[in-house]
């Protein structure tokens, strides 16, 4: 593995060089340490880095590997973790400003899982204040860059922001952010990631800050697709820790790649959601389509039940509204400071009474029953995971919420969607696409997604200046 290979591998081709001798972790987390001292005074993906640590943890895998014991799929590869989880002993801010970080005293079982499968916890990674926007944006924290371009501050996405950042610019294997209503997906989509929107419950939120506990979930963001099933066959799983925690495929999802996609029957976009869609986002869609039918998929279209629009709606009040039911007392102290695009997005919940909660529920309740009856006779949607690139940082409108409108309507109709690299536009920032399932279909929407990607070159892309 040359020095570019190692700090860009996937995690299957680190296992190879680890496995061979030609790489030892601790070379490895050195590797990334080194990058992060590098890159990230500009790109500010890490809030928090654990070197000594993650040296230490590295040479005591690399010694078990040497006795001829391995932890698992992970053992030795280096991941990096939003700053949503708890880690015990480690600081959390939840990406706010407004409080001295806390001290952990638990650690999240999802990164409890990374560390039993023998991942290197690098450090924790910037987030969108409490993970409650689509941007990446953080006014107090700062946003981190777009890797893709070192000369304009472009947004990364969020809210996953640092983790995609992290990994994005190779320094570290691979990460894990939160999904409510996007924020996985739009990231590794702005930066030219595979990133997962489990179905909820399948991974546990214990030790998680919550934001809307009925949408939130956990997901991994990596280089490929199959590194993606990796990761979910170690996060997935029950945990008596998280009260909706729900039963997991018992088989590995990694293992199953790889299988005929012929006739796999395709939902495409409607044409009435392309309007408002970025021209060179709906080319690279559109060959992305072309690309599944070359597979011997088939393509079928066929209208919403109810719009993206009217999804987004739904969304975002029970995000407001359960934001605020435990968000709200801190939000409200005015003396505190706030990004103040989340505090007002927070702030609108004071205003959603018990009355329109429990209407705005009903109609999840029906719009999940119609989508999963609309849904008989296809097997996967394929839809844009953003409807524009990235772009610069000072042309964002906050109030806009275009990164929003192809992530919310998954969570709130609690389906599962893997976002993979589908482009880049004429100013070579990375478009993706997104295979949606139903739930518990994260076993058929990687598969397709991995065909898509052995079929097609983005999965390769490096951003440049950084490799
Ligand atoms: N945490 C999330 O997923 C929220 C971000 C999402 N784009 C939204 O505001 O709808």
Redesign the pocket.
């Known amino acids: 593995m040359s020095v570019a290979n190692v700090a860009f591998g996937s995690i299957e081709q680190t296992q190879r060089a680890l496995a061979s001798g030609a790489l030892t972790s601790v070379a490895l987390v050195q590797e990334h340490l080194d990058r992060i001292t590098r890159w990230d005074p500009q790109l500010h993906a890490f809030i928090d880095v654990y070197a000594d640590e993650a040296l230490a943890a590295a040479e005591g895998l690399d010694r078990l590997r040497q006795a001829g014991t391995l932890l698992g799929p992970l053992h030795g590869v280096t991941v990096a973790v939003k700053d949503l989880f708890d880690i015990q002993g480690k600081p959390i801010t939840g990406g706010s400003a407004a409080l001295p970080p806390r001290t952990s005293t638990l650690t999240a079982s999802a990164v409890q899982r990374l560390r039993s499968a023998g991942a290197v916890v690098l450090g924790k990674t910037h987030t969108?204040e409490f993970?409650?926007?689509?941007w990446g944006t953080n006014t107090t924290m700062g946003t981190p860059w777009n890797p893709w371009d070192l000369q304009t501050h472009r947004v990364p996405g969020?809210?996953s922001s640092g983790s995609a950042v992290a990994v994005a610019a190779g320094m570290a294997c691979a990460a894990i952010g939160?999904?409510?209503?996007?924020?996985?997906r739009?990231p590794a989509g702005l930066c030219g990631l595979v990133g997962l929107k489990t179905t909820h419950g399948l991974v546990s939120r214990h030790g998680l800050l919550e934001?809307?506990p009925t949408?939130?979930t956990v997901g991994p963001l990596t280089r490929s697709v199959r590194d993606c099933a990796t990761m979910l066959d170690v996060l997935a799983g029950p945990d008596p820790l998280d009260p909706v925690s729900r039963l997991a495929p018992t088989r590995s999802v990694a293992q199953g790649l790889g299988k005929d996609m012929k006739g796999l029957r395709v939902w495409t976009l409607p044409w009435a959601e392309r309007e408002d869609v970025d021209a060179e986002v709906l080319r690279a869609y559109d060959r992305a389509l072309d690309a599944l039918a070359g597979l011997g998929m088939l393509l079928v279209e066929r209208p919403l039940p109810h719009s993206l629009e009217h999804s987004?709606r739904i969304?975002?009040s029970l995000?407001s509204a359960e934001g605020y039911a435990h968000l709200g007392p801190l939000f409200e102290r005015r003396e505190l400071q706030f990004d103040p695009n989340i505090q007002r997005?927070i702030l609108l919940g004071r205003d959603i009474g018990a009355a329109q909660y429990i209407h705005l529920l009903r109609q999840r309740e029906q719009a999940k029953a119609a989508m999963l009856e609309a849904m008989d006779g296809v097997d996967v949607c394929v839809f844009p995971t953003n409807a524009i690139s990235a772009i610069p940082l000072t042309e964002v409108d906050e109030l806009a919420?275009p990164?929003?409108r192809f992530?919310?309507f998954v969570?709130l109709l609690d389906l599962c969607s893997v976002a993979v690299p589908a482009g880049l536009s004429s100013a070579g920032m990375p478009i993706s696409v997104q295979f949606i399932g139903r739930p518990f279909a994260e076993p058929t929407i990687l598969c397709a997604a991995f065909a898509f990607e052995q079929a097609t070159p983005w999965g390769q892309a490096v951003p440049p200046g950084l490799a």
């Open positions: 969108v993970a409650f926007g689509g969020g809210s939160t999904d409510t209503g996007g924020s996985v739009i934001l809307c949408h939130d987004m969304a975002g995000m997005r919420t990164l929003s992530g919310r969570n």
